[in-house]
């Protein structure tokens, strides 16, 4: 009696597993991938980057465009006393009790291919002076004014090409952070499949030992079998549901691992991977070997090289205009008047013309502006030395992964004929060892032949997708379709 409990406790255990078990959700590779390139975290912080990157060119945008700004001070009331020098030399003491209020109107244009600014202006101040009961208008109703550095440093010229660079390669590193969310999403399926692949293992062998176990004791009480033999199955049996509670917990893991990846919680619920086709139509894959250097150039490694270039040449610039000499234009014409009444601003205006030039030189500098110029230039030198050097990586890469997916191509085919070939092997000798013409250990052999190349057809497979996913993520291309990959 305590035998057969021995036997029957492992089944009763699986069995009251399996019926607390939350019914598998189907899940299939393309849905994963495509999850996980808008759902993974890195793709959200990649989506921030984009936007954020977007956002500073369309303000740069809008800094181009005329602006119109109101500034006024009302009121700007003070009482007080203040010194004030007599003729003599002498200082006397003076209450003032004064409202000095103001409004402006200006609107500005940046020029960006200069740096200037120009503008246009109407301004109308009040002196109210309540200690004599006086009052003075000052105004200038119309005024057009430039401002022009001409030998400084111009960050509008520099940005004009810098920023919609920064858009493109914020866009790319986007579209490349989904392909490594669908090749991460790729592996994690691999090995929600490697799980579910051994609980089904597990499965197939507990009942196929429980069928055999069950004719070996019929052949054991008949003296047809040794006892060697009807413990080795039972063994067999046990070992199986043990396997099949091992190959659960694997599938809770990689099912949380799953869901993980897609931002979700993990409360109990188990994935089923749907088994992946194999398409015999990648003709992208051709493609990809013809355009090699075409598809890497999309690469947001190889923009940001251009980015960086682009950003040590401005800093150079920077440096040799901001230590150089320096020419700044000021000049303005219009319209001014001051008087007791509002009228004569408006109807009797004065001409006004301002004309400033400030020239500066630097004449010792102890070798500064010459150390930074050459800190500068070995900048530039730097990065375009290490982007032919990335540009070179990235092509060994892509010739590597085609050298691979080839490989592998032909390593799946013969994988799937080993595995069909194992499992044919196995029912034939699970036949013979019914009617008694193999002894156990061929069975059991051919068993664990089976699930050997199980295992290694599921390997096979899960290097086929990666190889695949690492190609689309290398050169952001769909393979299948033949088309940019994740863009909208």
């Given at each position: 009696m305590m035998l057969r409990?021995?036997?029957?406790?492992?089944?009763?255990?699986?069995?009251?597993?399996?019926?607390?078990?939350?019914?598998?959700?189907?899940?299939?590779?393309?849905?994963?991938?495509?999850?996980?390139?808008?759902?993974?975290?890195?793709?959200?912080?990649?989506?921030?980057?984009?936007e954020a990157a977007l956002l500073d060119l369309r303000a740069y945008e809008a800094g181009l465009k005329p602006r119109l700004d109101l500034a006024a001070n009302l009121p700007n009331y003070f009482r007080t006393s203040t010194e004030v020098t007599q003729d003599d030399g002498t200082i006397a003491f003076r209450e003032i009790e004064l409202?000095?209020?103001?409004?402006?109107?200006?609107?500005?244009?940046?020029?960006?291919?200069?740096?200037?600014?120009?503008?246009?202006?109407?301004?109308?101040?009040?002196?109210?002076?309540?200690a004599l009961d006086a009052k003075r208008y000052n105004g200038s109703p119309v005024r057009l004014t430039l401002r022009q550095p001409i030998l400084a440093f111009n960050s509008w010229k520099w940005d004009r090409e810098l920023l919609p660079l920064r858009v493109t390669v914020a866009e790319r590193s986007l579209q490349a952070a989904r392909a490594d969310a669908a090749l991460a999403a790729t592996a994690r399926f691999f090995d929600l499949v490697t799980a579910d692949q051994e609980r089904r293992i597990a499965e197939t062998n507990r009942e196929a030992n429980q069928a055999l176990f069950a004719i070996a004791e019929e052949?054991?009480?008949?003296?047809?079998?040794?006892?060697?033999?009807?413990?080795?199955?039972?063994?067999?049996?046990?070992s199986a549901a043990q396997n099949l509670l091992r190959a659960e917990r694997l599938v809770g893991a990689a099912s949380a691992a799953v869901l993980q990846l897609l931002g979700e919680s993990y409360t109990g619920q188990l994935l089923e991977p749907a088994p992946p086709e194999i398409s015999d139509e990648l003709v992208g894959l051709e493609i990809a070997a013809a355009r090699a250097t075409t598809l890497l150039a999309s690469r947001p490694e190889l923009l940001e090289v251009s980015e960086r270039t682009l950003t040590a040449r401005r800093e150079a610039d920077r440096v040799?205009?901001?230590?150089?000499?320096?020419?700044?234009?000021?000049?303005?014409?219009?319209?001014?008047?001051?008087?007791?009444?509002?009228?004569?601003?408006?109807?009797?205006?004065?001409?006004?013309?301002?004309?400033s030039l400030t020239f500066a030189v630097p004449l010792?500098?102890?070798?500064?502006?010459?150390?930074?110029?050459?800190?500068?230039?070995?900048?530039?030198?730097?990065?375009?030395?290490?982007?032919?050097?990335?540009?070179?990586?990235?092509?060994?890469?892509?010739?590597?992964?085609?050298?691979?997916?080839?490989?592998?191509?032909?390593?799946?085919?013969?994988?799937?004929?080993?595995?069909?070939?194992?499992?044919?092997r196995f029912r034939i000798s699970q036949e013979s060892y019914t009617l008694g013409a193999i002894p156990l250990t061929d069975l059991t052999f051919a068993q664990q032949n089976r699930d050997q190349n199980t295992r290694a057809y599921a390997e096979t497979l899960r290097a086929y997708w990666l190889t695949y996913a690492s190609l689309e993520r290398l050169t952001l291309w769909d393979l299948i379709h033949d088309r940019p990959l994740y863009t909208r």
């Open positions: 409990l021995t036997r029957i406790l492992p089944a009763l255990l699986l069995l009251g597993l399996l019926s607390s078990r939350v019914p598998a959700q189907t899940i299939t590779l393309g849905e994963l991938q495509r999850e996980a390139a808008e759902r993974a975290e890195n793709v959200l912080i990649a989506a921030q980057r984009a409202n000095n209020s103001s409004v402006s109107l200006l609107a500005n244009q940046r020029i960006g291919a200069t740096g200037g600014l120009i503008g246009l202006e109407t301004r109308l101040q009040r002196t109210d002076n309540f052949r054991y009480r008949l003296g047809k079998i040794n006892r060697g033999d009807l413990v080795q199955l039972e063994l067999e049996q046990t040799r205009r901001n230590y150089g000499p320096r020419l700044d234009l000021d000049a303005s014409i219009g319209l001014i008047r001051n008087a007791d009444e509002l009228d004569p601003i408006y109807t009797d205006p004065q001409s006004e013309r301002i004309v010792v500098d102890w070798g500064e502006r010459r150390a930074l110029n050459k800190q500068a230039a070995t900048e530039v030198a730097l990065v375009q030395q290490l982007g032919r050097r990335t540009e070179l990586d990235l092509q060994s890469q892509l010739t590597q992964l085609l050298d691979q997916w080839r490989t592998v191509r032909e390593e799946l085919t013969l994988a799937t004929r080993i595995r069909d070939l194992a499992e044919e």
